[in-house]
């Protein structure tokens, strides 16, 4: 029988506590937990997060839903964010921590390598489904819960997560993703949906959440982001080190070596443009484009994804189009049918 740990109250850890209050295990049902729920594992790589990791550790241990482990792998912080997580590991067993050696670079192929690292930690482990959550995001106390029912529910659910929230924006309201996309912030995989894609592919330019949900939709799965729950977070995309402007010219770089398709790029650029900054960020998202156009950049995706990623692009605009022609609002997040897998 499975030992299920209650929720910690996170009003109660304090370092050097005599009763770590997330060791308390209960035989039986566990208030707002049930057997039928699969079993989890998360994954955080974390890099300079002493701003915001103890968020989300805090949300994780208000979870009405505990995970059988739960890996922080500390990439090579100067900051103090192995110290942050240091206090909760003798009160939460659940906690790991795995640190890795410091490196000037900031890449998302580093990311992954650092993901992987966790992944070792968790070999051997019983678990479902495996999970990526990210050290700069808060959640609420049945957000775990929520997630787990999903994929109880849909055996075909493959990757899994809901819309997020920053200051300002709503990717419910203001992206283009739809719900078949789930953002890199929080993804839970199916567990052999995960192995089937062969998991997180280390590409330093980026698109590594994006690669894995694709090819996991391409392969049959179904992935989906639910609008009932969300996630904030509390730093802003692309800002890690970079402004505005950097950053939608790196969002036009990664459309091209993803194989985004010209035509859905400029109604892209076109939307930008009427976003603020105006007309600068959609100039600056074309100039990304384009320059990785002319430099031919090295895509890190088969032909075959592309292509399958080219085909749902122009079914989304086409019902887009649709939309706007009849005058009708237009919902970013509704469901549009994914194309078929490759026969």
């Given amino acids: 029988?499975?030992?299920?740990?209650?929720?910690?109250?996170?009003?109660?850890?304090?370092?050097?506590?005599?009763?770590?209050?997330?060791?308390?295990?209960v035989e039986g049902r566990a208030a707002g937990q049930q057997r039928s729920l699969p079993s989890y594992v998360l994954i955080t790589p974390a890099r300079n997060e002493d701003a915001f990791i103890e968020k989300t550790i805090q949300s994780m241990i208000r979870q009405t839903v505990p995970p059988l482990k739960w890996v922080i792998v500390d990439d090579g912080s100067i900051d103090k964010t192995p110290d942050i997580v240091n206090r909760y590991l003798t009160q939460c067993p659940w906690m790991d921590m795995v640190q890795m050696p410091q490196r000037r670079d900031r890449s998302f192929a580093a990311k992954v390598h650092a993901f992987n690292a966790g992944y070792e930690r968790v070999e051997g482990l019983p678990y479902e489904i495996i999970g990526n959550l990210d050290a700069d995001i808060s959640f609420?106390?049945?957000?775990?819960?929520?997630?787990?029912?999903?994929?109880?529910?849909?055996?075909?659910?493959?990757?899994?997560?809901?819309?997020?929230?920053?200051?300002?924006?709503?990717?419910?309201?203001?992206?283009?993703?739809?719900?078949?996309?789930?953002?890199?912030g929080c993804q839970l995989f199916r567990r052999r949906c995960f192995?089937?894609?062969?998991?997180?592919?280390?590409?330093?330019?980026?698109?590594?959440?994006?690669?894995?949900?694709?090819?996991?939709?391409?392969?049959?799965?179904?992935?989906?982001?639910?609008?009932?729950?969300?996630f904030f977070h509390h730093r802003h995309l692309g800002m890690a080190e970079r402004n505005t402007l950097a950053a939608m010219f790196s969002y036009g770089e990664k459309d091209y070596y993803l194989g985004g398709h010209p035509i859905w790029e400029l109604f892209r650029v076109i939307y930008r443009m009427s976003k603020w900054p105006y007309l600068l960020a959609g100039l600056a998202l074309a100039l990304g484009y384009g320059w990785a156009m002319v430099r031919r950049i090295n895509r890190p995706v088969?032909?075959?994804?592309?292509?399958?990623?080219?085909?749902?692009?122009?079914?989304?605009?086409?019902?887009?189009?649709?939309?706007?022609?009849?005058?009708?609002?237009?919902?970013?997040?509704?469901?549009?049918?994914?194309?078929s897998p490759p026969g």
């Fill in 195 to 230: 192995d089937e894609i062969g998991g997180f592919i280390a590409n330093k330019a980026g698109g590594v959440d994006w690669i894995a949900v694709t090819t996991a939709r391409m392969m049959g799965w179904t992935t989906k982001a639910f609008r009932e729950k969300a």
């Fill in 140 to 184: 609420d106390a049945a957000y775990c819960e929520f997630l787990l029912r999903k994929f109880s529910e849909d055996p075909r659910l493959g990757v899994a997560g809901t819309v997020f929230e920053e200051d300002g924006y709503s990717s419910a309201r203001q992206s283009f993703e739809g719900e078949n996309h789930v953002a890199g």
């Fill in 1 to 25: 029988m499975q030992n299920l740990r209650e929720p910690c109250d996170v009003n109660t850890l304090t370092v050097g506590s005599d009763r770590p209050p997330c060791t308390t295990e």
């Fill in 302 to 339: 088969s032909g075959q994804l592309m292509k399958f990623h080219r085909r749902e692009q122009m079914r989304k605009l086409a019902v887009i189009l649709k939309t706007a022609a009849t005058f009708k609002r237009i919902d970013n997040f509704a469901s549009i049918p994914p194309s």
